[in-house]
């Protein structure tokens, strides 16, 4: 008998401390940073885009023939700007159960940050990035593990 308890309670503890990973609210997870240097003063200059790992239980995401709309925000923490920028159309995507590799790019996050005289400097920028869906349920916010260099005039 003593030892049916002990494992009906590490049963218990097990699914007790399993965590769902598909939740109403969208759950990202940052995996990377394409680049992390920037020279703006380069008209050529490829930004950066970061790369995150998205779930939600009902995969109510994406862009729906302008009827709904899921957006990405992403904050400089450098300057505390926030953009933000619509999915594409995923209409072919699976609904329930949803899990996708997201790549949003940085470029209308990051500015410059003014100095005396417009000198040439290095600003290092972290981000933090959310997602809302179409119910507009916010997901966690996720920042970004390494920083970006930018390379201002």
Known sequence: MKYITVAVMVVAIFFSCKKDKFTTAPQITYKSLTSNFVDASDPTAVFPS????????????????????????????????????????????????????????LEKATKCRPVPGNAIHV???????????????KSNVIKT?????????
């Open 123 to 137: 600003d290092t920028i972290y981000y933090e990035i959310y997602v809302k869906d179409f119910a507009k349920n």
């Open 50 to 105: 970061v790369n995150f790992e998205l779930t939600d239980a009902e995969g109510d995401v994406g862009y729906n023939d302008g009827k709904d709309t899921a957006w990405v925000y992403i904050k400089s923490l450098l300057t505390n700007d926030i953009d933000s920028a619509i999915f594409p159309v995923l209409s072919s995507a699976t609904r329930k159960d949803f899990k996708v590799t997201v790549t949003a790019s």
């Open 145 to 153: 593990g390494e920083p970006v260099l930018f390379r201002c005039q």
